[in-house]
């Protein structure tokens, strides 16, 4: 078909809507050319955006000092001495003044002269300056164009056209009417489609190119199904899609009315479906969706969100509104997760060769003992407040390797406990779990199950790190399958050894709100699913079909298969006679 593009369909649903390209820095470099007279107030408004950006850096210096420590802050002033270096604003301003660029478009420019400068250096220090310099070009065009004027400029649903997204786009977008989102970059298990599906909206990733093939304005479809992305389509094309899109909304709507049955399947088995969630709208997400309680809180997305840092009494703030907006039952707070493709700069700005391999995540926390003491300590408070009834707060640690790093764990929690105490603050009865999420905690599960009161299964990371395909790369996603019989057998393990220590196991990678793959975990025993508010409705929907003998009969003769390729076909054909209903809910 002209015009058709292929990536990874990575939330499920189709639209149809206007394009907008966001390139690597959020300048609009459209070529235009300022008159004479509208030189003055151009330099003007980038003078106000410089004023703006050094208020934040400055702020920024000052909280990271005092709650991170002042080498953790330098970072902030080499920001600002950027911004200070009369050589940067020289440039800009001649790019204004005498080429008569809109600021955007001259910042773009100076971006461009650096990078190709240090591309010719072999300097390691120097190349790492590039993105000092790209962190503050972005921070002085988010002050010129925030992301949210795009409403002003194109009316109507926009299919969002990024080359990557961060999660601290995503999160910028508020409330935006978005219809879809295509990625050049990620997979299914990225952040920004997490994000995505978060709120429901079709995405394609992986779509090689794109940005050369769209310009803003461009009709495109996003099928979320399959992972085609079409631009321009004829107009058949557009008005079938837009048929199929109307009936994905109807779909949406009609599952969602299921939202205050219980989840049962069709032989009376109940299901505990949970949330994750990055926010408050998550939470709120989470109980229009159904959802019995939060699995899952990435608390990450507070500090990526937060202007500078939370102290202890923000982030008890903070947990206390989030849990007062999740519905009842449990919410399961995760620490720090940083790291790998979520980083904030003060908590580390060397690049990594291998940044899923390095300082990430609980590493990274154990680096900064008293910043990680204060998030356990603002958890076990928030835990300890009884937020009503049915109620229950779990202290949820990611990435552990080794039974040190719990025993570890452990022990920080006991001192946050012992200090709470002398405070004369309550200490709530708070459960303490670990994600598995690398393939040694997987294969030592016996061992872990004996210090930690529940496992949360990372299948994301799990399924990264037992394929090793990076999570985030579309040439390696073929690799990157939670449906490879590899990855299976070291589920069905990691489930038997939880359920045989009888310590509550729940899963929280994306794939626990994946059809076919949630057949094949129900099979394996699991009964605790947390996911993406948006999928709560489909998952109960199909869960009303299953029968512990059917689902049986489907494990067994999967389990046989030898490849990745054969178990997707299989559970495809089992699905579409299980619950043919359910055609449109299925993505990658
Ligand atoms: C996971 O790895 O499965 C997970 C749920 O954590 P995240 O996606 O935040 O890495
Ligand atoms: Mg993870």
Redesign the pocket.
Known sequence: MPGMRKGIGVAPGVAVGKAYCIHEVFVKANGKKLSQEEVPAELARYEKAVKKALADLRALARKVSSQVGAEQAAIFQSHQAILRDPAFGTKIRDGISQRREPAEAALHQVLNEYASLFARTKDAYLKERLSDVRDVILRLSEHLSPLLSVEDQTSGPLVLVARELVPSQVAALGRRELAGIVTQGGGA?S?AA?LARGRGIPAVAGVAGILRHVTNGDTIVVDGRNGHVIVNPDSETESAYRKLQREFFDLKDSLAENRDQPALTADGRSIERLA?INGQDDARAAIAMGASGVG?F?TEYLFLAHPSVPDEEEQLAAYRQIIAASPAGQVTIRTL?LG?DKTIPYLGHDREANPFMGWRSIRLSFEHPEFFMTQISAILRAGAEQPGEGRQVRLLF?MITTLEEMRRVRSMVHRAQRRLHSEGRAVGDVPIGL?V?VPAAAISIRSLLTVVDFVS??????VQYLMAADRDNPKVSHLCQPLSPAVLRVLAKVIDACREAQKPVTL???MAGQPRAFVLLYAMGLRSFSMSPAFIPTIKELASHLTEERTGKIYRHAMKLKTTGHVLRYMSEQLDQLAPNLKLMNSA
């Open positions: 298990t952040h997490i994750n899952l990435r997760d790998g990611p994600m999420e299964i990372g299948s994301n990371d799990l929280c990678g994306e």
